[in-house]
């Protein structure tokens, strides 16, 4: 490059200058005015696709900042992929569309049908004005640490359902690590979805499932069709990949002792099952509903009539199955999470459970 082409690359560095605002009495931290003020350069034109911009050196010299506060600035820009570093060239302007929309971490316990009801009529409520990352942790406290760590201070909003196992695949809706990564999330950024359990402080937006009482409110609706059955069976996989709260046990137990029913837990749907006349199952996993349905089949009794089933947590298959279900309402959750970010509401809603009567009961 010749002299000449330092010059005018030194001015033009230069001149980006005259775009940053920083204010030495705002008690927003100096790295986050470095992040908000590149950002809304480029929602405003004045920063474009593939612009280089100043190095960590020459922004801490122009601005008497240290450098590792520029450092820490650049670092979040990375993260959200709106610049790039090139080894011996600098730091590049990479995207400019998206950029003046509001940027949401999804972190989900697992890929279900229903999480992603929620995650669909979620990111369809907020319309286009948003850019939403999926996540999935899988139970593991481990991974989700680790992705709560990466994308510290990347992202306007953190949408999290805390749902963990214990290494002997236990459900836990909590540790001391979890709740310490996520009381460092702002107040005003956290969307505690599904599991009310974490007890965080402060006012967040919070919209849960109360699974003890859930269950039993669901069946409680469903009474007079269930007294219809002489024995009730709550498959609940004790040790599942991804496992269920043990509040739904608490609630299904404290409904049949009030109302003075036979009932059994087992872990799964066994081939071979002993079915009865009578006998109505209430079952969590697909899997162990498939069988039942096949069982029942096979062995000639009527759905319904004879032997009765519930599933837990509604899916359009289901619905056309005839499949009478106790479930949340997964796209309102969606909807209820996008509504308060959007009217920047703050509280505690509890999430409608019911008890849906279709031709299985």
Same mark, same amino acid.
């Given at each position: ?13 230069? $001149? ?9 009495? /705002? ?18 034109? $004045? ?21 590792? #506060? ?13 610049? #790039? ?27 279900? /049908?229903y999480k992603m009801r929620v995650y669909n009529s979620f990111i369809n409520s907020l319309g286009g004005n948003s850019h939403t990352d999926l996540h999935i942790y899988h139970c593991d406290k481990t991974l989700f640490l680790n992705l709560l760590d990466k994308n510290k201070s990347a992202y306007d909003y953190y949408v999290i359902m805390p749902h963990f196992k214990t ?35 402060? /006012? ?8 003890? $009482? ?109 499949? #009478? ?10 909807? #209820? ?13 509890? $999430? ?7 031709? /299985?009961?």
């Open positions: 490059m010749t002299q000449l082409g330092f010059i005018d690359l030194n001015k033009l560095l230069k $001149n980006m200058f005259k775009y940053i605002s920083i204010d030495e009495n /705002s008690r927003i931290p100096k790295y986050s005015q470095i992040v908000d003020s590149i950002i809304q350069n480029i929602s405003s034109g $004045n920063l474009k696709m593939d612009q280089k911009i100043p190095s960590i050196n020459q922004f801490s010299e122009e601005f008497y900042l240290s450098r590792d #506060t520029v450092e820490k600035a650049y670092n979040i820009l990375k993260e959200r992929r709106i610049i #790039t570093s090139i080894r011996g060239k600098g730091y590049y302007i990479t995207r400019t569309k998206l950029i003046s929309k509001v940027n949401i971490l999804f972190l989900i316990n697992k890929l279900s /049908s290494e002997d695949l236990r459900h836990i809706s909590m540790t001391d690590e979890v709740v310490q990564a996520i009381e460092a999330i702002p107040k005003n950024k956290l969307i505690l979805m599904d599991n009310n359990k974490l007890e965080i402080n402060g /006012s967040v937006i919070e919209i849960y499932q109360d699974f003890e $009482n859930d269950i039993y409110q669901a069946l409680s609706e469903g009474l007079n069709k269930i007294l219809n059955y002489k024995k009730l069976f709550l498959i609940y996989p004790e040790k599942s990949v991804y496992p269920y709260p043990k509040r739904i046990l608490h609630g299904f137990r404290k409904f049949c002792v009030q109302n003075s029913r036979d009932f059994e837990i087992l872990d799964e749907i066994y081939d071979d099952m002993v079915l009865k006349k009578g006998d109505l199952f209430i079952t969590i996993e697909e899997s162990d509903l498939v069988n039942l349905v096949k069982q029942i089949r096979d062995k000639e009794y009527c759905i319904g009539k004879e032997i009765g089933v519930i599933s837990y947590n509604d899916t359009p298959l289901k619905e056309l199955l005839g499949i #009478t279900v106790i479930s949340t309402d997964f796209k309102l959750m969606g909807e #209820t999470a996008a509504r308060m970010i959007l009217n920047k509401e703050k509280g505690k809603i509890k $999430n409608p459970f019911n008890f849906i009567d279709r031709e /299985s009961l």
